[in-house]
């Protein structure tokens, strides 16, 4: 979960930014973007969320396949 909280803070960050370009909106003095905090936490959320349910699936899916290890 944490892997998936930090990740997904920075997607979203690097998001903000390409939103951000596009708009042209000017970044707040020591941001890297305009809105960062919106994105980083909807960005760190969809991490948390869905970082591990990707894990399990795909050990749930491994193990389909070959329940003999």
């Not at 909280?5 to 920075?10: I, K, V």
């Not at 003095?29 to 990707?54: Q, R």
Request: net charge positive.
């Amino acid at each position: 979960m944490p892997i998936g909280f930090f990740g997904g803070g920075m997607i979203g960050v690097l998001v903000a930014k390409v939103v951000g370009a596009v708009q042209d909106c000017p970044p707040p003095k020591d941001f890297p973007a305009c809105n960062t905090w919106e994105y980083l936490y909807v960005g760190a959320l969809i991490g948390v969320v869905g970082l591990p349910s990707v894990a399990l699936f795909l050990f749930r899916k491994g193990r389909k396949s070959n329940p003999d290890a």
